[in-house]
């Protein structure tokens, strides 16, 4: 298979991730983390918008509200706030806080979040003073409209990747510091999930060489597609057998994020980090074309 890597326009951000295709407006959103920066890359006009949250220095993630298109819940330090921003201008404002996690925990921020099909939040935590590898204080949340958060998982050291697949009933997870992707059973009525079992292992003979699986998507077959954070390279995997189907190559070694758009939903997009004195062209966000796969748009989060 002969699939394109080519870079999206003055697309940079220090540690770019979270990307979610809102096919209502044919734009990718995405964060740049450690800044408190949102971008948008619209399609029809091939061109990157970024605003700066009045008063914030982290933005986790950023997930549109669905039926409002002027909101979005962005993930900043232990809140998830809604943030006001039209999409082109280069400030954006807090408007309230939906929740905040683990007051106590000073030391931990949210990272990744998505919603799943029915537009519950799903979204975790992990530590960004120290090592993450030793204190595991992060967990993983639910957050349904009118309700609280619910804990789905303790013990986590940096929570990630989420996807889910409705045709197979499951839901997957991945925390960075197990080095693996787990499946579990998920029951999409009740947003539970369930029976956690490890479909992709990323650990290699030295632990030194351990790769990093960062961000997730899954394209409309059930595969899904791994980024990793060291390794310059997305894994597409069945995550029914373990199988690594293809390999996509990278030009930069820090992949954080991917996700499926463009009107056929069957560009993958991908979000790079600069972290660590990375050279050029680190930081890029990309689009990968031919891979002959089509995934699934990204869901508003219901409020």
Sequence with gaps: ??????????????????PHWDEARQ????????????????????KIYRTQIEGESFAGFVLPIAGNSQEFAVGCERRTVIVQWDGVSPKAKVV?????????????????????????????????????????????????AGG????????????????WDEKAKKFYYIDTTDYEVKSYDYNFETGVASNPKVIFNLRKTSPKDHLLPDGMTIDTEGNIYVATFNGATIFKVNPSTGKVLLEIKLPTKQ???VAFGGPNLDILYVTTAAKFGQPAPAGTTYKVTGLNAKGYPGVGLKI
């Design 1 to 18: 298979m002969s699939y394109k890597v080519e870079p999206l326009p003055d697309s940079y951000a220090a540690l770019g991730e979270g």
């Design 27 to 46: 734009s990718l959103y995405y964060v740049d983390l450690e800044a408190g920066v949102l971008l948008r890359y619209d399609y029809a006009q091939n």
């Design 96 to 144: 309230r806080t939906l929740f905040e996690v683990q007051p106590e925990f000073k030391e931990n921020r949210l990272n990744d979040a998505k919603t799943d099909p029915q537009g519950r939040f799903f979204g975790g935590t992990m530590r960004y003073v120290g090592d993450e590898f030793e204190h595991r204080h992060g967990e993983l949340y639910r957050w349904v």
């Design 148 to 163: 609280n958060v619910s804990l789905v998982k303790s013990d986590v050291g940096i929570s990630n990747g989420l996807a």
């Design 255 to 257: 992949i954080t994020s």
